[in-house]
């Protein structure tokens, strides 16, 4: 049974990098792909992008230019690096397993943007 | 960006009760769609993948159906653990995108 569990700081300051992990057990991080969705306060779900199997990845070009997603195999982790932090970045941020079709997900960790 | 189109956004529905959400694609996704259940604090588990295949271990009382740009999920009989709020999502083009979540009370 695949479990994700998400951790990280859980407040940054504006302008600052916002850095988060994702610990993976019951499957490999090199045999699958893995995504980062967030959820503002009162918004939707944004899908922010994916590592894939060969450690390529794709992101929601809404973001482009401040997200990276990597992975470290032999922590069985990936993690999430999000630069230039603004308030408008404050949300519930999940991991997951799977490029397009998010399944199973991590609980989320809330992410505050604050001085 | 495919957009798509939840409803309706909230509804309030008895124990027993059928429950019904539609979501429209603003273009053709084939059948690339998935229903999320989120409950706060707890991850949020996908129901239904490919509009209408549930996912192993989720009730038969939830169902999906649909192709094209129109979606509808069910629940046949509502229970006090399926209170949530409900996200249709199309997995057909990147970037994957969500509807804005019917939250059932």
């Known amino acids: 049974q695949v479990q994700l569990q998400e951790s990280g700081p859980g407040v940054v300051k504006p302008s600052e990098t916002l850095f988060l992990t994702c610990s993976v057990s019951?499957?490999?991080?090199?045999?699958?792909?893995w995504s980062w969705i967030r959820q503002s306060p009162g918004k939707g779900l944004e899908w922010i992008g994916y590592i894939s199997l060969t450690g390529n990845a794709n992101y929601n070009p809404s973001l482009w230019g401040r997200v990276t997603i990597s992975r470290d195999t032999s922590q069985n982790q990936f993690s999430l690096k999000l630069t230039s932090v603004t308030p408008a970045d404050t949300a519930v941020y999940y991991c997951?397993?799977?490029?397009?079709?998010?399944?199973?997900w991590g609980q989320g960790t809330l992410v505050r943007v604050s001085s | 960006d495919i957009h798509m189109t939840q409803s309706p956004s909230s509804l309030s529905a008895s124990i027993g009760d059928r429950v019904t959400i539609t979501c429209q694609a603003s273009q053709g996704i084939v059948s690339s769609l998935n229903w999320h259940q989120v409950k706060p604090g707890k991850a949020p588990k996908i129901i239904i993948s490919g509009a209408s295949h549930l996912e192993p271990g989720v009730p038969s009382r939830f169902s999906g159906r649909g192709g094209g740009t129109h979606f509808t999920f069910t629940i046949s009989s509502l229970q006090p653990e399926d209170i949530a709020t409900y996200y249709c999502q199309q997995s057909d083009n990147l970037p994957p995108t969500f509807g804005g979540g019917t939250r059932v009370e």
């Open positions: 997951a397993r799977g490029k397009a079709t998010p399944g199973p």
């Open positions: 019951g499957n490999s991080v090199a045999s699958d792909y």
